[in-house]
């Protein structure tokens, strides 16, 4: 575990000791004494011995291309690694179970790591139930002593398999034979903390180092895994032309269907026709991006988004409220004037799950008597949309991200979830997670997405060409040297603090000679420094030495922390309320907040090169630290951009 934890602090530029304390918790004597006198403190040695294996009949992995062969060789002791595309409607829970059956009956650990604790638990209840093993489950929030009595179970080989969050990376599993990891492209498997590990690359690397295998299983192929397959250290697994016809429901947008004359609302006519035609067979499910009822306003004026000016949060409109209040310190907006333009009228900008079920009952009204109710923050449930008398004949409207649909994992639903630019992944990660949970076509599902979808989308989810999409999309940030196809690093912190560090970071990479170029160049280079330093920081691309280029300086948006319930707001000179923002380079779907003042450049470089850049920028990093040169800095390998 500490050579695990030694490369990848070295392939993130970071630090072995934040990995450590995250692989090892802190000693809880109560439950290792518990321990000791239950179990004793010898390590037990695995009793499974089988001699052959091969997959059930009705194994899930029967219907994908290349699944029956991997189970295969997990069960012989090898260790192939493998990206699999999952198929509408199947059952994740289930192709886990085998996975983890062909590792166990070569007598070797497994390892399981999901985005959530709500999944993790649902996974290892499924697992425990289906191959009878003894499942040790590992969140970050559970008690300091369940964590440490789990911690010992794995450490002793009592519990062989584990199914946990992004901290279940480092659990001391012995003789690990498999590791799996759940849609590795959610932004909930990045580590928060220096040194900014994601659980998928981290989860390889151990594979890797024991020989066991790794699988990355979700509907939607992401970029690291794209990487890996481009490499050839992973092999792409997907679903029989007939399984995937079989599954996939009709996808279609309302811009098909027929118009609704002059006036073309949010949710068209054509959406409310779809809706009742579902209702005659089961519930329905509307997705919307946000939930609330209008979580983000405006200025009526000049559009400007509303910002409170207390924090700098933004300004939202919750069900029968008088008005507007700040989403982030929750004061009253009442006075609140535009800073651009001095009006005082607010205009919606985004609506949420609880407006969109107001427009959804209003449209249904007509059909008869029927119940919209929708999911999202708990606050809202208060409003009587809690239960259905009908759970068969109901519309549900929900957020992305809130639980499921009663009455069936795979209801029938229109969708009108927002595409934003930049966020391509995460978006078709989203639509995949929707369009897996609809019946088949031949069954009756239909999926329709209202508000805009581009019609490249809208082929890839007809056809389930998540790979294909995947492959071009690498493809295209290879041509323009973005990441994973390249090695990049972000600094983020003050102005002259990260012009700073680039100085000491280009020292490091003369005195190293990691570079490849010839002496002259380099004296060239150091001999030029001086003058080259001062552009460091005026945009653009700029070479930083022999093979290494800068990028930016562009405005940084660091995530934000939630503040804790009973701590004040921070003060507004503190924040720019101009320079708020949604989402940014911390990741989608994440709250960042840009620091005044604060910048990030990137440094960039070709793969065979990206381990010499990240040890010249630790080296880099310690020394600026050391001699006390500036404020603290950001570092992040491979940055979302």
């Known amino acids: 575990m500490y050579g695990l934890c030694v490369d990848a602090a070295a392939r993130c530029a970071g630090s072995a000791a934040d990995l450590l304390s995250l692989a090892v918790p802190e000693r809880h004597a109560r439950a290792e004494k518990a321990h000791l006198a239950a179990h004793g403190g010898d390590i037990r040695a695995d009793r499974l011995a089988v001699e052959s294996y091969e997959a059930a009949v009705g194994s899930p992995w029967r219907a994908y291309l290349g699944g029956p ?164 250290e992973a092999a792409l697994v997907r679903g029989e032309p007939t399984a995937l016809r079989a599954s996939l429901p009709r996808v279609s947008a309302a811009e ?47 559009r400007e988004i509303a910002r409170c000016e207390t924090c700098g949060g933004s300004l939202g409109l919750d069900f029968r409220e008088p008005g507007p209040r700040c989403r982030r310190c929750g004061l009253s907006a009442a006075r609140w004037r535009c800073p651009e333009c001095g009006e005082a009228a607010f205009a919606r900008s985004a609506l949420g799950s609880h407006r969109t079920a107001e427009e959804s009952r209003q449209g249904l009204s007509r059909n008869g008597n029927r119940h919209v109710r929708f999911a999202g923050q708990r606050r809202h449930r208060r409003f009587g949309l809690r239960q259905a008398p009908n759970r068969r004949r109901h519309a549900r409207i929900r957020a992305c991200g809130a639980g499921r649909v009663p009455g069936g994992p795979r209801p029938r639903f229109p969708v009108s979830p927002g595409r934003r630019a930049g966020l391509e992944i995460e978006f078709v990660r989203r639509a995949c997670r929707i369009v897996a949970r609809v019946r088949p076509a031949r069954e009756g599902g239909h999926v329709m997405f209202a508000g805009g979808i581009d019609p ?29 196809s390249a090695f990049w690093l972000a600094v983020t912190g ?46 653009g691309i700029v070479r930083l030495a022999s093979g290494y280029e800068l990028l930016g300086p562009v405005s940084s948006a660091r995530p934000r922390k939630r503040r804790k319930s009973g701590t004040p707001p921070r003060r507004a000179s503190a924040l720019s309320p101009a320079a708020l923002s949604e989402t940014g380079p911390g990741g989608a779907g994440r709250r960042t907040v840009a ?29 600026y630290t050391a001699k006390q040169l500036g404020p603290s800095l950001r570092l992040e390998v491979d940055p979302d951009v």
Request: charged share 20%; with cysteine; glycine share 10%.
């Open 595 to 623: 620091r005044r003042g604060e910048v990030t450049v990137y440094v960039r470089c070709a793969h065979a090169l990206g381990s010499s850049l990240a040890v010249h920028a630790r080296a880099a990093h310690r020394e």
């Open 456 to 484: 490249v989308f809208l082929r890839m989810l007809n056809t389930w060409g998540q790979p294909d999409f995947a492959a071009g999309l690498y493809a295209q940030r290879r041509e323009l040297k973005l990441p994973p």
């Open 256 to 302: 098909q269907w027929e118009r609704d004359g002059a006036s073309w609302s949010r949710l068209p006519e054509s959406t409310f026709a779809l809706v009742r035609h579902g209702l005659d067979e089961g519930p329905v499910l509307v997705v919307v991006p946000r939930a609330g009822y209008i979580p983000l306003t405006a200025c009526a004026s000049c």
């Open 69 to 232: 062969a991997f189970l295969r060789r997990v069960a012989a002791g090898q260790g192939p690694s493998a990206v699999c595309c999952e198929l509408p409607g199947s059952d994740a829970v289930a192709m886990l179970a085998d996975a983890v059956s062909a590792a166990r009956a070569s007598g070797r650990g497994c390892l399981i790591v999901v985005p959530t604790r709500r999944e993790a638990s649902r996974i290892a209840e499924g697992v425990a139930a289906a191959t009878g093993e003894s499942v040790a489950l590992v969140v970050a929030d559970e008690p300091h002593e369940s964590r440490y009595a789990a911690f010992l179970r794995i450490l002793t080989g009592i519990d062989r398999v584990v199914v946990g969050t992004r901290s279940a990376v480092w659990a001391p599993v012995g003789d690990l034979g498999l590791v799996a990891v759940l849609d590795d492209a959610s932004p909930n498997l990045r580590e928060q903390h220096a040194p900014y590990v994601r659980a998928g690359e981290a989860l390889a690397m151990r594979a890797a180092r024991e020989g066991a295998a790794f699988l990355s299983l979700s509907g939607c192929v992401s970029l690291s895994a794209q990487a890996m397959i481009e490499r050839g």
């Open 494 to 539: 003050e102005s002259r603090s990260v012009r700073t560090y680039l100085g000491v970071l280009r020292s490091s990479l003369f005195r190293g000679g990691g570079f490849g170029g010839e002496t002259a160049e380099r004296h060239a280079d150091a001999a030029s420094d001086a003058h080259s330093r001062d552009p460091l920081l005026t945009g």
